[in-house]
């Protein structure tokens, strides 16, 4: 790894032999805005790879090491002193034992964080956030790099005022083992934020087969979970109105989808002096 | 209503004044194929229209009378003695308390019922296939006429036997008391004639939300029921496989999208001798 | 008809034998927040109806006058001097050939212009909103009364600056004559105005059938019309990103979808002094 | 490459470092019906493999040779003189410029050919099977494996005879260079066997950007092709009637959905005596 060109944002990326981590790796290596100084997996088992490993495409090849206190102390050292400022980012897609001690490192380090490992509790949150405060280090926790899905979820918030019935559907691979998934409650508590009642009427309903009707939010809104080979994540909204229906639907077949999300947050980052949650905060 | 031109197929209609019957006088007036001989209506409360009204489109007007009985008389005596032989037909779409009655009249007067209106038992619909057959009078009982529906049922039990898993949405306004619809059963059965077990999975699955995988027949096929205003009735049977989904659709928009059903059952009904169930038996 | 409850918007509407204006008289008469003052048809022929008949539900039938003039005369006058002040609206669905003088006529009588009618020039519009403006009447121009288009093309809008890639699709029953629909070309609109260039690609496309990859906007967006029976109103825009998708689509299966937006419009016209152009400046 | 078990049918695979190539060889050896006999690649550029490399999962890795010709002669003879007989299958996914000679040589060495690459003209079709025909040696020639598509090619033939209207619409990556895709024809040529002439009204249609009614075939029949990324491959045959819609959809996400039909026809075409072309003849 050579030094970088003064305008390219320098990376680390940590859970780099994971589905996730070794896409962005790829990513960041064939984006001239960015400069991989590190990839980083202390993570024991991964199928096919392994620390040591050379990780990459092509002659653009980097070994995988485990140390990852050791890579932000090297980054930040080679950038601190640096006449032209070029604070570095440590993108993280771990383990929800390790995720809250690599953000904390990367702040310590002046390192900008960017979480996409979930399981972050809401204390560890706080935390974090007041320690980002006290240090100016901006970050952020992303669930979701997806951001069709945020572009969904602000459109289907927009509509709700509209509409009176609501209806969800979800589709999944059928590997995924619980239902609805969490970006589906994501989209219904944000129609929910309107604080209205959805799909009240008059008609008593009977179910011939429980369940068939999904199943039931406090808001009246239903929701319906289906689980199939040949689908990787597919998520739609329904409005239906007297006559019409608008649905908004946004299907994802390849974790390349989350891609764009990731540099987006890994640019953006820079500005931040807090640590903030969600990808819709960034748009 | 003057006499009919010899190949036009006779047609008298009971429940004249009701949603269907009144789309179904309407269809067979436009029709040069068909002429209407007599609209009967006997139920007592219809929104807006009476028995003596004078119903239809234009100067084309028919006077709808109660009389079911001596109409079907009128008209059989009408052809019978006829040089050229031209079977009426009888389209019911009146009430399950009358139906069975209508149906053995016009067996009776050696004419060939179509019937629409459903709730005919089992035993009745035995006792009906016996007289029919006696009396060699060919006759139809059609729970559902839309012709587009037993394409994709037929194509639904021809995929079936090349997936695994499968999942079933039906979609209808939300007026609709019961879920899920009878045509959406009727499809799930005849997937089930290949005795298979479907959606098998290795997965335990959690339901955060209770019913929002839908409802689960014992074949392990799951069936989501949609209810929303702006939909009229939809179905849509989605095969997963790995690396790809094929999907039929159905979409119905409006009460027309019966009367090609009807009309193709009016003209094929009078080559029978006995008496068949289900559009499928006459494509 | 009785005088209205103060609390309720009196309504007058023009157009009312045609199909939009014989709903809207329908809805305004099921509504308990408006009250219907004329029913007004100054076109020579209709199907089924004619001038002097009685229009509407039941017994709240409203007879159908020809004079418009008449009718906004004594409307205004009924109101003018009431102790509580009640602004009317007058709601047209006319002809291109009398829509600018049914507009002029209501704001010179202080009554507030819903117009739904198409083929208003851009000079005609000028003229009508410099009227209004000196008379302090807010009025509204309306090219489509769907709240749900206006919140597709909303979203869509948004979207766009996300995307490098979209394409539309519309579908409309196989009696409209142009394609695309003059929706749909306000939609490509909407999403052009981010300026950008869109579906660039270093793949030299080739046509095996002249047409098959749409219609070509300026700004590289596709546009593609079906036209089919079965089909009513139908848009859909796609917008794709690497690895997923992102679906709006609306679906109007009835002229009733159309009445939330009339209401809408109806009510807070009263509080304008300006003409505006568009249901997506009042939601 | 230890003896097969006498029950697995041995395979041979050329083309085996190509796209489709590596994923027949993974396929094969997760499969316990089938034996990998030999990996061939005679293709002199690869992104990322060479000949000699072991290819395949884990331990059960295979050397990828160059030698076509001494693999089908080694494997022939393996099997010929064994007590059990256990005809060998090659599945071939090279080029247009081997797979001729290819076919050739694998049904003069009695080993079954598979043939998935393009390209054989009609007069090598011919030949071939002739040559197949003398030898008694049951081969495939299959252009697109996927199971699904076939089922909608069936459907939409037999649900052809029933619509008066159809419209096409298929959907591809923005790699792709020709529209409309060869599987979208097929399915148009499968409809026109029919004889009808498709999509004729009364209306005169004006199209307000050229190409947007898509591409028009003799029979009438509009395709549409869109071309987006995050789409892989999707195809749709809307038949519109009046008051309804039904549609077929196929969408394939990834080359895994090839697979079953892959297998389906390695399996089969043991038991065949002559060449046949298509997948449709095998289901």
């Known amino acids: 790894m050579t030094s970088s060109a003064t305008n390219q944002i320098p990376v680390l990326v940590s859970g780099a032999l994971g589905k996730m981590g070794s896409e962005v790796v790829k990513t960041i290596q064939q984006s001239t805005k960015f400069q991989l100084e590190a990839a980083i997996d202390t993570s024991p088992s991964h199928e096919d790879l392994d620390v040591g490993d050379v990780l990459g495409i092509g002659n ?6 485990s140390d990852l206190e050791g890579s932000l ?13 070029n604070a570095p980012v440590l ?12 953000t904390r490192s990367a702040i310590a380090y002046g390192i900008h964080p960017v979480i996409g490992t979930t399981g972050l509790t809401q204390d560890q949150i706080i935390d974090l956030s007041d320690f980002a405060r006290k ?11 997806s951001v069709g899905i945020v ?5 289907a918030a927009a509509a709700s005022s509209f509409y009176e019935n609501i209806e969800l559907i979800e589709s999944h691979h059928n590997q995924k083992k619980d ?11 944000l129609i929910e ?4 009642k959805f799909n009240t009427s008059n008609v008593k309903e009977e179910e011939l087969i429980e369940g068939c009707r999904g199943g039931l939010r406090q808001s009246g ?7 199939l080979p040949g689908i990787v994540a597919r998520q739609e909204v329904i409005f239906g109105g007297v006559g019409e229906t608008y649905v908004l639907s946004h299907n994802t077949v390849d974790r390349a989808a989350y891609m764009p999300g990731v540099k987006l947050v890994a640019s953006k980052v820079r500005e931040l002096t807090t640590l903030v949650y969600g990808l819709e905060r960034l748009l």
């Open 60 to 65: 653009l090849g980097v070994t995988v090491t």
């Open 73 to 85: 102390c090297a980054v930040s050292q080679k950038y601190r002193d640096s006449s032209v400022p």
């Open 91 to 102: 993108i993280d897609f771990t383990q929800p034992s390790v995720v809250y001690e690599n």
């Open 135 to 145: 240090a100016s280090i901006g970050g952020a926790i992303i669930p979701n790099f």
């Open 151 to 155: 572009l969904l979820q602000q459109a």
């Open 179 to 189: 239902a609805p998934s969490g970006t589906c409650l994501k989209t219904a508590e």
């Open 193 to 196: 934020e309107t604080g209205k």
């Open 221 to 227: 809104i239903n929701i319906h979970s289906i689980r």
